[in-house]
C-alpha cells in the first residue's frame, strides 16, 4: 500500500518576482508485514525565488532543496541522513528566424554540499551525489514539414 501526497504553490509578487513551493511525500508499507518497501523517498521540499521578464524573454532564480532523513526503512536497508542543496539558474530566451532558441546556465549543489540520495543504487557504495557542477545548455528547436504538408 502506498499513502502520499504532493502539493505545489506558486505565489507571483511585484509584478516580475515570484515564489514556488513544493512538497512531495510518500510512505510505502507492506501489508504482510507491516514493514516500509525498499528504495522509498523521503520527505522533500523544493523551493524557489525567481525572477521573470518576459518582456526581454530572461529568468533568473535560487532553488533550495530540502530532503529529510529516511528512518523508514525495508529489512536490510540502511537509514539516509537527511540534506539540504543550494542552486542558482539564469534562463534567457533569443529568436533567430522563427525558432526560439533558450540557453541555460546553472550551478547545482552551489555549497558543494556532501550527500547520499537515499534512491540512488551508488549510496549502498556509499558513492555521493555530485559535488558542485556547472550546467550550460542551449535548446535549438528543429521544425520539420509533417507528411500532410509535404
Given at each position: 500500500m502506498h499513502y502520499g501526497a504532493e502539493a505545489t504553490v506558486i505565489y507571483r509578487f511585484l509584478d516580475n518576482f515570484g515564489l514556488l513551493s513544493s512538497l512531495e511525500y510518500v510512505y510505502p508499507v507492506n501489508l504482510d508485514t507491516r514493514k516500509?518497501?525498499?528504495f522509498?523517498?523521503?520527505l522533500s521540499v523544493v523551493s524557489e525565488l525567481y525572477y521573470h521578464?518576459?518582456?526581454k524573454k530572461f529568468r533568473i532564480?535560487?532553488?533550495v532543496n530540502y530532503t529529510a532523513s529516511q528512518e523508514i526503512v525495508a529489512i536490510?536497508?540502511?537509514p539516509t541522513d537527511g540534506y539540504t542543496v543550494f542552486n542558482i539558474s539564469a534562463q534567457k530566451s533569443f529568436n533567430i528566424g522563427r525558432n526560439e532558441i533558450i540557453a541555460l546556465i546553472a550551478v547545482r549543489n552551489l555549497t558543494d554540499k556532501y550527500y547520499l540520495n537515499?534512491?540512488?543504487y551508488y549510496r549502498r557504495l556509499n558513492i555521493p551525489e555530485q559535488g558542485r557542477n556547472l550546467i550550460f545548455s542551449v535548446k535549438i528547436p528543429f521544425k520539420t514539414n509533417s507528411i500532410n504538408n509535404v
Open positions: 516500509a518497501l525498499p522509498s523517498p523521503p521578464n518576459t518582456d532564480g535560487m532553488q536490510n536497508e540502511s537515499h534512491l540512488s
